[in-house]
């Protein structure tokens, strides 16, 4: 795809995420490689509104070359596109039944989900978890790089990674691609959940010091 045709397939993507509850408000990211660098979409920005010149444009560098200012998880993206030569999209939500998954107990940290469709099995593979930081902690990156490079020395690649209480990361060589994996995900998710007895006792709040990183990083009213 030219660079053109990768704004308006963004933009697409966004779109029908958001139209079909995979996104909510102004959570979530997406981002594509480009030859010279990378596209992604602007920090609180909503994916359902998405317009194609306003974009954000990166260097190989990560410095921002146009557009409107870059969501916070651009270190996040270019990590994952350092760890895999192969992903050309990058696509973050807070998917519902995967963010109540991480609340109620994933069936383990290197899988957060049982292998229990086959299409989950084919289409989405290993999905490790990632221990909760705060949104946009720099921590994250190498944490799933250290998991994509992991898997790859297994010979089991990743597609995904779950972010505790966030939502997941997943990617794949196109925007429609990367979107498939993720609705493949989260569909899972929803299947395991609907299957299983609710949790008790109720999943524990954050903790003091995780809140008082989130006043004193985002002024969280809190």
Not at 79 to 105: D, F, K, N
Request: charged letters at 20%; aromatic letters at 4%; a neutral charge.
């Amino acid at each position: 795809m030219t660079e053109v045709e990768l704004r308006d397939e963004v933009c697409r993507v966004g779109r029908s995420l958001f139209e079909r509850g995979y996104v909510h408000a102004t959570a979530g990211n997406i981002s594509v490689r480009l030859d010279d660098g990378f596209l992604i979409t602007p920090t609180d920005a909503c994916l359902g509104t998405l317009a194609p010149q306003r974009l954000a444009r990166v260097d190989v560098n990560g410095v921002q070359t146009g557009g409107d200012r870059a969501s916070k998880t651009l270190a996040l993206h270019r990590r994952i596109y350092a760890a895999e030569p192969t992903a050309r999209c990058v696509i973050h939500t807070h998917s519902t039944h995967l963010v109540a998954l991480t609340l109620a107990g994933v069936w383990s940290a290197a899988d957060i989900l049982p292998p229990i469709t086959p299409y989950c099995v084919m289409k989405v593979g290993h999905v490790p978890l990632i221990p909760y930081h705060r949104p946009g902690d720099p921590q994250v990156a190498e944490l799933v790089a250290q998991a994509i490079g992991a898997a790859q020395a297994r010979g089991t690649p990743l597609r995904a990674v779950m972010l505790e209480r966030l939502g997941p990361n997943v990617w794949h060589g196109s925007p429609a691609e990367a979107s498939a994996v993720l609705e493949e995900l989260e569909e899972t998710a929803r299947l395991w959940l609907m299957t299983t007895p609710r949790t008790t006792p109720r999943p524990a709040p954050l903790t003091e010091a995780q809140l008082d990183e989130l006043r004193s990083v985002f002024g969280a009213p809190w």
